[in-house]
């Protein structure tokens, strides 16, 4: 099931919260039957906050997964105004609203701003999530990166019962061939134990994938710079350790780490867009190491949920990434160097490497003796080293970058006529400070030397809005909000090529700030389950992605607007057990191409999304249960000064299936993603770089996924 529900603030302690999730907490009958989102910094209903969040929950998420693998993927599949994934181990040009999400898992930011190697996705196994929370929109208390939204994995939360419990998980992939070459399987583990006030969750995962055949049966192109889901290995290993220090404070220690890998079997084979034909593959062993993403992370929360009256939760973290990128068998021209070896003989690939760790506390409580006013105050503090180096010769292409944001926050919700009507606003003050060295470019960008620097921004980053409910059930808002993160820095550095370049003075690297403006519309009453929004965001100093000839994207700065609509709408039919769902979503972005601050130009397929329309079928009634979705991309054209008609995209549909059903022995499942066998370029490809033979990607064909869960 997938619930729509309001909520105004940052996910930042999800893992500190669970029982808030499952249990009203104190302070109200207002609080008895509410959903709370353990990833807003807040206990209050979620009809008391003016923004909308998705929230996706086990059950519709295992669907999901046993459909496409990833829960990437069925965040994707399953939310109008996220853009359809590439299929691909990198995410880049995947967008929420429009904007890049901030990935997070338990509000710990998974995302590298500082250099984005777009693997954010890909950082834990998805047998460990119980739930994915999708915040909409920029907003203030974000904090740094997630102008489009935020995409929360929860984990699993702590055993209710004494002694030991605990899943495991097998399932079986296979392509429409049933060929050898797309086999695939994946086996999992969880076992759980509580004594008293102490409790532990220790669980394993493994998959193993093959190839990936399109809709005709051919093997489809591997990307062997970024990095693939196909022909790879998944090891992901998950801890959580827990103690009830008192009736109300918990103590939480939770630990992952997360490596998927390329087995390197395989040779990019080029295709040929003017004919149609898509990139393909063949076997073969390519240079250097097989692209791979691996992640560590770690963190502690205390809470107590009736500390001095109010709501206390606090954070502490540490996570560390490396991303391999893949290398190629032309050596590529940005990493030649004829003081090293003769130009077009140079072989190197790079590897971003990522460190970041920083705290998070916040205090919620009514104002005694006016009970109708609730203030949050908070403060976050994040430390995020980077850099991008190539392996192989042990240069550094981005210099190693640091990143300090310190951030006091204050919130404020008061009722009025009884819960009629609600104000909420607050500020969040932003001071951060980039630190980088010396440097010198690549040869490509002519040796040059750059003269290092620590420029700081701040700013008050505002937020408010007002909720009208006339009805239980009802409700309307209105809402403002400024969101904040840095462009892709390491894009922008690495690039420099002006001689006597200061990063002190350096402006491309100011932050970018968007204002996000948003009214929407719900209805929750009987078996009808409706929402409406309409949102426009715009960034004076905005990103773009633009690739280059070589295929390697650079950061332009300017002028962006987005704006959009989003419609959803669930009923519960007369039928016992059948649920019918639509979603839709309308999207436009455009920039300012000529330095005019006027937008003119439309953004391409590597900056939005194409509009869609989603439906959905559900049943669920005693041991069966089942789902049939189609998801329709609507056919877009870009237009602007320089359009090229080659990046229109021509649209698709795809539609998937599941079947379950449980027995006592754990419960079978079927899934079938592209039933029908559908043959399509993907978006990604559809729309970006019409001359390049190796990046015309087709999409994943017929996949069947048989499976087995049992719960003890």
Not at 129 to 148: C, F, H, M, P, W
Not at 268 to 287: E, F, I, K, M
Not at 419 to 444: F, H, Q
Request: proline share 5%; glycine share 12%.
């Amino acid at each position: 099931m997938i619930r729509k529900i309001a909520v105004a603030m940052l996910a930042t302690s999800a893992l500190a919260t669970p029982a808030f999730a499952e249990e009203a907490p104190a302070g109200g009958a207002e609080h008895g039957n509410a959903i709370i989102v353990t990833a807003a910094r807040t206990i209050l209903p979620a009809n008391a906050l003016p923004l909308t969040v998705d929230l996706i929950d086990k059950a519709a998420l295992d669907e999901q997964l046993a459909i496409s693998g990833s829960v990437t993927d069925a965040v994707a599949t399953l939310t109008p105004s996220f853009s359809p994934t590439r299929q691909k181990l990198s995410g880049a040009g995947e967008t929420l609203r429009g904007r890049s999400p901030l990935h997070a898992i338990n509000g710990i930011p998974q995302s590298t701003p500082l250099r984005d190697g777009s693997r954010d996705g890909f950082t834990i196994d998805g047998f460990f999530v119980d739930r994915v929370e999708l915040i909409y929109g920029s907003n203030a208390l974000q904090g740094i990166g997630g102008t489009g939204g935020i995409v929360n994995q929860v984990t699993v939360g702590a055993p209710v019962q004494e002694g030991v419990s605990g899943r495991v998980l097998l399932q079986g992939t296979a392509d429409n061939e049933f060929s050898d070459a797309g086999m695939g399987g994946k086996a999992a583990g969880l076992v759980q134990y509580k004594a008293d006030r102490f409790d532990a969750s220790v669980g394993a995962a493994y998959e193993l994938r093959g190839i990936f055949r399109d809709g005709e049966g051919r093997p489809i192109g591997i990307n062997l710079t970024q990095g693939e889901t196909q022909d790879s290995q998944t090891l992901s290993l998950f801890g959580r350790f827990g103690y009830e220090v008192t009736d109300t404070m918990r103590l939480d220690l939770i630990a992952s780490r997360f490596e998927l890998e390329g087995d390197g079997d395989y040779m990019v084979v080029a295709g040929n867009r003017a004919t149609g034909l898509p990139t393909s593959q063949q076997r073969g062993t390519p240079p250097g190491v097989p692209a791979t993403n691996r992640t560590e992370s770690l963190a502690l929360s205390l809470t107590d949920s009736d500390l001095g009256g109010g709501n206390f939760v606090s954070q502490i973290f540490w996570n560390r990434s490396r991303d391999t990128f893949g290398g190629e068998p032309n050596p590529i021209a940005t990493f030649q160097d004829a003081a090293i070896a003769p130009v077009g003989t140079l072989f190197d690939q790079s590897q971003n490497r990522s460190r970041k760790y920083g705290g998070k506390l916040s205090y919620e409580r009514a104002l005694p003796g006016f009970e109708a006013l609730t203030l949050i105050a908070g403060f976050d503090a994040l430390w995020d080293t980077t850099e991008q180096r190539l392996i192989a010769t042990g240069r550094s292409w981005v210099p190693p970058t640091d990143f300090r944001s310190l951030a006091p926050f204050g919130q404020a919700n008061l009722k009025l006529a009884g819960g009629l009507v609600r104000l909420a606003g607050g500020a969040r003050y932003e001071n951060v400070k980039i630190s980088i060295d010396d440097y010198t470019t690549l040869a490509s960008s002519g040796s040059t030397f750059v003269s290092g620097g620590r420029p700081t921004f701040d700013d008050v980053l505002l937020n408010g809005g007002v909720i009208v409910e006339p009805v239980a059930g009802i409700r309307a808002y209105a809402s403002y909000a400024e969101g904040y993160t840095v462009p892709d820095v390491g894009r922008i550095t690495r690039s420099v090529s002006t001689p006597g370049t200061d990063i002190d003075d350096f402006l491309d690297i100011a932050p970018i700030v968007s204002n996000n403006r948003e009214i929407g519309f719900e209805v929750k009453r009987g078996p009808l389950d409706a929402s409406a929004a309409y949102f426009w965001s715009s960034s004076k100093n905005g990103q773009r992605l633009q690739a280059g000839p070589d295929g390697i994207f650079t950061v332009e700065r300017e002028r962006v607007e987005i704006e959009g609509l989003e419609i959803n709408l669930a009923v519960r039919t007369p039928i016992d057990g059948l649920t019918l769902s639509a979603g839709y979503a309308h999207i436009v972005g455009r920039y300012d191409s000529d330095d005019d601050n006027v937008v003119d130009t439309d953004l391409d397929g590597a900056n939005i999304s194409p509009d869609r329309l989603n439906l959905a079928a559900g049943y669920a009634k005693g041991p069966f249960s089942a789902r049939v979705q189609t998801q329709f991309y609507l056919a877009r054209t870009f237009d602007g000064p320089n359009r090229d008609t080659r990046n229109d995209f021509e649209g698709y549909a795809l539609t998937d299936a599941f079947v379950r059903y449980q027995t006592a022995i754990g419960g079978l499942s079927l899934a079938v993603q592209n039933l029908f066998d559908k043959q399509y370029i993907s978006y990604a490809s559809d729309t970006q770089r019409p001359t390049d033979n190796f990046f015309n990607f087709a999409g994943r064909g017929r996949t069947f996924t048989l499976g087995w869960d049992y719960r003890f």
